[in-house]
């Protein structure tokens, strides 16, 4: 049975809720972050080249983010456990949430159905939501390219 699709959140709208465990098997919620900008990143699958290159590209712009005072947080289906080694081989210093029952990726309107060489299947879309202070969506990066993404995103952070 696919699941019902979703229309992405649009900017301006309040953010969908989030409470999903991190890499430390903590429970993080959006709403912990009230008051500051957030950036929620979806990423498909940890430790695959492309959001390899996502996280990292994260990584190495965190100090920038940590100046600007915002989170990042990058969600996927894979579990606590793929995230804690995902985390740790690239030495990233944000969170990473599991979603996965993939409700979180299906309130974004980012759990798609995909194509691959002919074969169907679901999965997530990798997109970015800048989330303001005040828990409304500010930017949408509805389709990613995983290089240079992050630069994008501070500079819509600069903007707000």
């Not at 696919?2 to 465990?21: N, Q, R, V, W, Y």
């Not at 080249?49 to 100090?63: H, N, R, Y």
Request: one cysteine or more; aromatic letters at 10%; proline letters at 7%.
């Amino acid at each position: 049975m696919s699941p019902k699709l979703t229309e992405k959140p649009a900017e301006g709208t309040k953010a969908p809720a989030i409470d999903l465990k991190s890499q430390d098997g903590k429970n993080v919620k959006l709403s912990d972050f009230s008051g500051k900008p957030v950036v929620v990143y979806f990423y498909p699958k940890d430790d695959t080249p492309g959001c390899t290159v996502e996280a990292k590209g994260f990584q190495a712009a965190l100090p920038k983010f940590a100046k600007a005072g915002a989170e990042v947080l990058g969600i996927s289906p894979d579990g606590v456990e793929s995230h804690c080694k995902f985390a740790g081989k690239y030495g990233l210093g944000f969170t990473l949430l599991a979603d996965e029952d993939h409700k979180v990726a299906e309130k974004y309107g980012v759990w798609v159905e995909k194509n691959m060489y002919g074969k169907k299947y679901w999965g997530v879309q990798r997109a970015t939501f800048l989330i303001g202070p005040e828990g409304k969506i500010a930017k949408v990066w509805p389709k990613v390219k995983p290089g240079g993404h992050a630069d994008e995103v501070l500079a819509a952070i600069e903007q707000l």
